[in-house]
C-alpha cells in the first residue's frame, strides 16, 4: 500500500510497445475510507449520506485520475452498492441502467444501481450520493 501522493507513473512507462495511434486502457484498484474524509473533497460521508465532492481536484481523491477540466471522460458504468435500508438513494450522473437486490452474508438486504452517463465531461461534474435524503 502506497502513501498519498506517491503513485507516479510517467508517460514514458505508458508509451511503451505503442505507436502514436494506439489505444490503451488503464486498470486500477483503489481503496479509500470515505468515512474518515474530513477535508470535504472527494468522497465522504456526512451524517448518514455518502456525498462527492470533485470540484476542483477532489477526483483525485476518489481514484488515480488526470483530473484537469480539459481532461473529457464518459462515466459508462457507475455501480454504487449498499445497505438497502440505511442507504435506500443510490445517485450518480446519467442513466439508471440496471438495478437488483441481494442479501449480504448475514441475510442483510443489500441493493445496488448502476448509471451510466454517456456525455464526454470532466471529472470535476462527476456526483454520487448515498443516503436516506429524507424519504421514508
Known sequence: VLSPGKLVISPSTLQKGLSAKSAMIVRTT????????????????????????????????????????????????????????????????????????REDLDGRKRHFKVWSDPFPKPSYLFALVAGGLGFF
Not at 483525485?60 to 435506500?88: G, K, L
Open 30 to 101: 483503489v481503496e479509500i475510507v470515505p468515512e474518515t474524509n474530513t477535508q470535504l473533497s472527494g468522497l465522504y460521508k456526512s451524517g448518514d449520506i455518502y456525498c462527492s465532492q470533485c470540484e476542483a481536484e477532489g477526483f483525485r481523491r476518489i481514484t488515480y485520475y488526470c483530473d484537469r477540466p480539459d481532461v473529457m471522460a464518459t462515466f459508462e458504468s457507475v455501480r454504487i452498492e449498499a445497505d438497502a435500508e440505511s442507504y435506500p438513494v443510490l445517485l450518480s450522473n446519467g442513466n439508471l441502467i440496471e438495478e437488483g437486490q
